[in-house]
Structures are given as C-alpha cells and as structure tokens.
C-alpha cells in the first residue's frame, strides 16, 4: 500500500476536531497566539486535502470562515513551515482569497504548521485586517512551540524532521 502526502492516513479525524473545539487548553494557545502577534484573530485549523478547515477560532466566528482557511496551502509549501504575510493584499498568492478581498479584509497572516510525525496536521495561525511587518523570529519561534503543544494535544507521535 503506497500512502500519498494528501491521503486519508495523513487527516485527523472529525472527531479530533470536535474534541479540540471543547478543549479550554486550546482556547489558550489560541488566546497565547493573539498576545504573540499582537492579532486580533487566531484560528486552528486541521489539514483538508492540499488545504485546512477551522476548528477552533477567536477574533471571529467559525461560521464566516470558508471552508478551506487562508494561507494553510501556503504555509503547508514553506520550508520552514511558517508564513508570515505582512500585507495580504499585496501578495499575488493570497490577494483574492475570499477573507481578504470582502468581509473581514484581513490584511495580515502569520502562521505555521501543526507538526505530525510524516506531514503537517493542521495549521495555527493569527490574523488582522490591518497591515503589519513581518513576524520576527522570536514571534515565529514562539508560534511553533504552540503549534507542538498542539500536536501533543491531538495525540500526534513526534515530528520526524
């Protein structure tokens, strides 16, 4: 059996998501994630196909967000697997997303990835509709331990890389 980057083996289940919208300690790594980058907006999203769908969300409600979030493709394509768009409007890969080019304009993204043993689970990431500079290393160090914790959360072995 040959298991392909974007398999079924490689998604957490619903059920996970489900577990982690209840769940008060990701309520504060997404609260921890607005002070890290000075955002209004943070939201966790779990890997869906090439892209991620919210589970959990603060700064804005799950139900405006569409179904595949802002920047996750992206940030799953990054070397490092973080992102940070100091201008959304501005980058050709992300100026017509629905967040930015109607209700809420946001103009800000930075985020990463949610570590799984083979391939990325999900992505956290913190958002604005004003522009700002880039994440600094400290901010995007910070982001990737809260990404790790959630892993852990979601019971996902170690990070291989």
């Not at 996970?16 to 769940?23: V, Y």
């Not at 943070?42 to 603060?58: D, S, Y």
Request: glycine residues 10%; charged residues 15%.
């Amino acid at each position: 059996m040959t298991l392909h980057f974007f398999s079924d083996a490689f998604r957490v289940g619903r059920d996970a998501g489900r577990a982690l919208a209840e769940d008060a300690a990701v309520d504060g790594v997404l609260a921890e994630v607005c002070a890290i980058l000075r955002t209004p907006i943070a939201i966790l999203a779990l890997r869906q196909g090439t892209g991620a769908r919210a589970v959990c969300a603060t700064g804005i409600a799950l139900a405006a967000l569409p179904p595949s979030i802002l920047g996750a493709a992206e940030t799953f394509a990054m070397l490092e697997g973080v992102l940070s768009v100091p201008d959304l409007r501005a980058d050709p890969r992300l100026r017509a997303h629905p967040l930015v080019a109607a209700s809420p304009h946001l103009r800000h993204y930075t985020g990463t990835i949610v570590p799984g043993a083979l391939a990325p689970l999900g992505v956290l990431c913190g958002m604005d509709v004003q522009p700002r500079g880039p994440a600094s290393f400290r901010q995007r160090a910070q982001l990737r331990r809260l990404a790790g914790m959630v892993a852990e959360r979601i019971g996902a072995p170690p990070h291989l890389g």
